[in-house]
């Protein structure tokens, strides 16, 4: 049954931005005569205007996607797509690329509709549990006490050409297992494609005839028409249709106002049409979205709680910054946090599920925090990320996918949030030694920090490398800090003084050790473990990682500078491609004479050659390199390692036969060895501190 609601199509804001655009229209029109219709317009336009600045402004195209996605489209494996990153405040970025109407020449845009298909089971799933929550239904409840229709179901034991055997199930089909696709139900209610095909009633009339293909709490078997019955069973609960529910409950709320089962025609005309590429691959050719009975703003449409749904980038990131937010937006309750928790944490248990582990209605991962998503069938894709307070949004209308589009876009939204990180100064004030106050003089640490209920509560200082003149601070520092982040690991890199802005020892070392301090110093604050900080370098950064873990003092009790009251020492080492040594016959010349001068003394040599400055009490520690390294001497960390093996220290050496100097996390293309990082995550999980 649809909604009652009426379908505008235009949220109020888009109509009053309307009023504006044609503002002077309307006043060239005006007489002088037509005072008070002059000051009424005028009040509607400045009404306009205002809404319009509440709105949240969207970014610019970022270039780093547009430069992952681009090749996609020029390469005819896409038409055009829209993708959206943000926080729980901020929108990072909002590319539109391509055209939704390819033939049209019409370009994808900020608002353009997308059938989102299964993204619309986690919306279901999110009214389920609001009935939950208000005690009219319990996710435990078999669901013949909502719909006794259900009470002689049978499930198939055996079944082949020639029979079926049933017995009566060894248990109660649940709301949770319809949640958790683990009811036994077929994957559809009827041989006819098409979602709206069927009411609610009819949906339940056939799925309680049908026999279950597994007991219920089984067998993991992805059931639209399970979800189907969810709508049914909201229906029961509620009192009210499926659709005017969830749209009274969610969408309005939300202010989701292109979220529909029903396009008006408005929105029709905005809808990205469906491109599949040629069997040549050579063009693109259109694909007629053959689910629904057309046209789509007819009210005789049934909706489908399953994957009924239209939508676009915008609303899909009001309905994630619910949950990103706890449930609670703006005031208005929506979920509790506890809900949330219980819907996006593993609900399958030990039953296989083919693409992870399962919520309630989400793909999540197997620990509290990892991120959770659904995607659709024509390659629309919700994630996530709580640990990293991240949504991503990859909209396109294909139904065989793009290889690998979806992940070039996270990994570029994962630079645009790394860039609107929050940037810390080490020192209020000009730093030691400082040559002036511009940001050039002033080091300072870039946070990817985590909630404080996510354990454990790590911390990781890094040191991008460029040979201590410069820095890789992208794919040798922010990448890096985002891949820590959302692995539950907080993570700050460090901008230190280089040559480039006319400094040298000991200045990067005392910005490195001030790092460790203030860490240290604010650990409570960003629920962070004092006792299990840590230093990563890259090359250069390396040099400078291993210079203070091998120099770090127990900080000065008699300054009345806080942070300097706290040790040095980093808890854990993790050295990648290290320069290590500045001996001759081994250092790289380049790192050595931007951190030393063409003459360094011999003692000097000496001191920072750290593989000489190794004693008991330096952290543990991990390297890793290419053995193709063609930069910076392999034989820098295998010095490095002896000596921390000579010295009793846990240490770890990873060699890559491929990679290259340089390889960092997050180039395009991509030279690191793969799973690199996961094994130095693997590593830090089994530290005892």
């Known amino acids: 049954m649809r909604s009652s609601t009426p379908q505008t199509g235009l949220s109020p804001s888009t109509r009053l931005r309307k009023v504006v655009f044609r503002g002077s229209h309307l006043l060239a029109m005006l007489t002088l005569s037509s005072f008070s219709r002059l000051l009424a317009i005028a009040a509607l336009i400045l009404l306009g205007e205002f809404c319009v600045q509440a709105q949240e402004p969207p970014p610019p195209d970022d270039p780093r996607i547009v430069a992952a996605l681009q090749p996609y489209i020029d390469h005819h494996q896409v038409a055009g797509l829209v993708t959206l990153a943000a926080t729980r405040q901020k929108i990072l970025s909002l590319n539109t690329l391509g055209y939704a109407d390819l033939e049209a020449k019409k370009p994808m845009q900020g608002n353009t509709m997308f059938w989102i298909a299964s993204m619309t089971k986690p919306m279901t799933a999110t009214a389920v549990m609001m009935l939950a929550e208000e005690g009219k239904l319990n996710i435990d409840d078999p669901v013949v006490k909502y719909l006794p229709s259900f009470r002689s179901q049978m499930v198939a034991v055996e079944k082949d050409a020639d029979h079926v055997l049933l017995h009566k199930p060894l248990r109660s089909m649940t709301i949770r297992d319809l949640l958790t696709h683990t009811s036994g139900l077929a994957p559809t209610s009827s041989l006819d494609p098409r979602l709206d095909h069927d009411d609610l009633v009819t949906m339940e009339a056939v799925a309680a005839l049908q026999s279950l293909d597994a007991q219920p709490g089984a067998k993991f078997s992805y059931s639209n028409l399970g979800i189907d019955i969810l709508g049914r069973i909201i229906e029961a609960a509620s009192g009210k249709p499926y659709a005017k529910f969830i749209s009274q409950r969610i969408f309005e709320p939300l202010g989701m106002n292109d979220t529909t089962f029903w396009p008006s025609l408005e929105q029709v005309a905005r809808m990205a049409k469906a491109y599949q590429q040629n069997a040549a691959k050579t ?169 404080k209920e996510i354990l454990p509560r790590m911390a990781v200082v890094i040191c991008p490398g460029g040979g201590y003149w410069g820095e890789a601070f992208e794919v040798e520092g922010l990448n890096v800090a985002a891949w820590f982040q959302s692995h539950g690991i907080a993570a700050f890199v460090l901008k230190y003084r280089t040559a480039l802005e006319g400094y040298h020892h000991p200045v990067p070392m005392l910005d490195g050790e001030r790092a460790i301090r203030f860490v240290r110093a604010h650990a409570d604050e960003w629920g962070i473990d004092p006792h299990k900080i840590g230093i990563m370098g890259f090359s250069a950064g390396g040099h400078l990682a291993s210079t203070v873990e091998t120099h770090f003092d127990a900080g000065d009790p008699l300054t009345l500078d806080q942070i300097d009251r706290k040790s040095s020492r980093p808890d854990f080492a993790v050295l990648v491609y290290p320069v290590i040594s500045m001996k001759d016959d081994v250092t790289h010349p380049g790192s050595r004479q931007n951190l030393l001068g063409a003459n360094p003394s011999a003692e000097l040599i000496a001191s920072l050659s750290n593989e000489t400055q190794v004693t008991p009490q330096t952290p543990p520690t991990y390297i890793a390199y290419p053995e193709d390294d063609a930069l910076v001497k392999p034989q820098n960390g295998q010095l490095m390692y002896a000596a921390l093996q000579k010295a009793g220290v846990s240490s770890v050496l990873q060699g890559y036969p491929k990679g290259g100097h340089g390889f960092g996390y997050g180039r395009t293309p991509d030279p690191s060895p793969p799973g690199w990082l996961d094994r130095v995550g693997d590593w830090l999980k089994s530290l005892s501190f």
């Open 283 to 451: 063009a693109l050719d259109v694909v007629p979205i053959g689910y629904f009975t057309y046209p789509l703003d007819n009210p005789a449409r049934n909706p489908a709680p399953s994957g009924g749904l239209f939508s676009t980038a915008s609303d899909i990131l009001k309905f994630c910054r619910m949950y990103l937010a706890g449930g609670t937006v703006d005031g208005k309750h929506y979920l509790s946090e506890e809900t949330i928790k219980r819907m996006t944490q593993v609900q399958t248990g030990t039953i296989p599920v083919p693409w992870g582990p399962w919520g309630l209605c989400w793909s999540v991962g197997f620990h509290p925090g990892d991120p959770l998503f659904h995607h659709g069938a024509f390659q629309t894709h919700m994630t996530i990320d709580p640990k990293r307070g991240l949504i991503t949004i990859f909209l396109i209308q294909c139904p065989l996918g793009v290889d690998g589009a979806r992940e070039a876009f996270e990994k570029a939204a994962g630079l645009c949030e790394a860039a609107a990180s929050p940037v810390i100064p080490l020192w209020n004030g000009p730093a030691p030694l400082s040559q002036g106050i511009e940001p050039k003089d002033t080091p300072a640490l870039t946070e990817f920090l985590l909630p």
